[in-house]
C-alpha cells in the first residue's frame, strides 16, 4: 500500500508547524530532513561518548585499586615509569600513605617520560623516602611499575582502548622487565638537571645546550651528549631560544652572554 505524498509531506513538515513556521515546499522538506539526521548523529555521539566516559571511569578505578595494592606490599623498592598527563596521581598518593604507615625506607626509583615531567606534579611532590630519585629519559616505554623485585604491573596507553593493565609474577618476565628498566634509568638524567619547558629553564640544562651551539656540535652528537632524542633536543633548543627571545641560534648565544648563562670569549 502506497503511502500519500501529501501526508508524508505534512508529517515531515510537523516541527516546523511546532516552532511557527509553516512548510515551504520540497526545499524545506530537504532542510528538515537534513537537520533530522543532524540531530539523530548528534544524539548518538552523546550517548556513544557517554558510555565511553563510563569505560574510562571503570578503567582508572581498577588502576588505582591495582597501584594501591602493590605498593602497599612493598618492603624493599618501588620503581615505576610515569608516562605523563594524570597517569602518576595514583602512584604518587599510594607512595605517601605507604610512607605514612611506616614504609618509610622502601627505595624509590621513578623514572619519568617527558610528559609526565611537563605536568609539574613531580618537582612540587614531597620526598618522605630517604631513598627516593627521579630521573627524567626519552625512551618507548609503558606505565610500568616494579614492587621487590618481584611483581610487575605493566599498564598500556589508556588511549588505546582494549588493552587492559597485567600483573606479573613470573620470575623471568619479572626480570626482564626489570633490564628495560635498569637500561632506560641509566640512560636518564636528574629532574634537577632536566630542562624547564613551562617557562623557567633550568640553567644547568640551558648551558649545556647553550654550549654545544657555540662550539658548533651537530644535533646528532649533542642529543647524544645529552642522553636524548634528536626531536627532543632540538624541542629544548627551540624552548631556550623562545626564552631567551632570541630569533636564531646565534642571536640565542649572545643573548646568553648577555644573561651570565654563558662565559664571554676574549
Known sequence: MMSDP???SVAAGRP???????????????????????????EATVVRHRRELARSSLAGAAHAET???LVRGATQSVSAVLTGAEQEAPLLAALGRLAAAGGDQVTVKLLCLPGAVHTGRLRTTPRPFPRFEVRVADAELE?????????????????????AGSVVEDSLTVQAVELLFAGAWANGVGLADYPRLTGRLCP??????LECLRTGHTDEVAAREMKVSLRTYRR???????????????????????LGLLPGRP
Open 16 to 42: 516546523f508547524a511546532a516552532a511557527g513556521i509553516a512548510p515551504a515546499g520540497p526545499e524545506t522538506d530537504r532542510v528538515e530532513q537534513a537537520l533530522l539526521a543532524a540531530r539523530d548523529l548528534i
Open 6 to 8: 501529501e501526508q508524508g
Open 204 to 209: 644547568r640544562s640551558a648551558r649545556r645546550i
Open 143 to 163: 606505565e610500568t611499575l616494579l614492587v621487590d623485585s618481584r611483581t610487575a604491573y605493566v599498564r598500556p596507553d589508556p588511549e588505546r582502548p582494549g588493552r
Open 236 to 258: 629544548y633548543v627551540a624552548e631556550v631560544m623562545r626564552e631567551l627571545g632570541a630569533s636564531s641560534r646565534f642571536q640565542a648565544g649572545v643573548r646568553a652572554v648577555e
Open 67 to 69: 597501584v594501591e595494592r
